[in-house]
């Protein structure tokens, strides 16, 4: 059973960075797509990030220019570099794979870890 499981939550300031990870239980260059998504109280969950078997990326507009995934299939992890970090970026944060395409809605991708929470303070 493919497991992901997220790590590098936390609490930081505005302005902080903090470096989320994504380990899979089976070798990442088996998926087509990797995801970030985020929830924040209140509200529905955002897809933000996804990187392709191709390497290409795509960025929520909320997140695009402060945020970067990036994949290493060596050590089958997913990365989320969160840079310039906002109050409003406080959510919890949840990875995703899929073997065929990359897709809107979370329910879709066959695999999702558990979550992590990130809290940004001003």
């Known amino acids: 059973q493919v497991q992901l499981v997220e790590s590098g939550g936390g609490s930081v300031q505005a302005g902080g960075s903090l470096r989320l990870s994504c380990a899979s239980s089976t070798d990442t260059y088996t998926y087509y797509c990797m995801a970030w998504f985020r929830q924040a109280p209140g509200k529905e969950r955002e897809r933000i990030a996804t990187?392709?078997?191709?390497?290409?990326?795509m960025y929520a507009d909320s997140v695009k220019g402060r945020f970067t995934i990036s994949q290493d299939n060596a050590k089958n992890t997913l990365f989320l570099q969160m840079d310039s970090l906002e109050p409003e970026d406080t959510a919890m944060y949840y990875c995703?794979?899929?073997?065929?395409?990359?897709?809107?809605?979370?329910?879709?991708?066959?695999?999702r870890g558990q979550g992590t929470q990130v809290t940004v303070t001003l």
């Open positions: 990187i392709d078997r191709n390497s290409n990326t």
């Open positions: 995703t794979a899929a073997e065929h395409n990359c897709y809107n809605n979370y329910r879709t991708y066959p695999y």
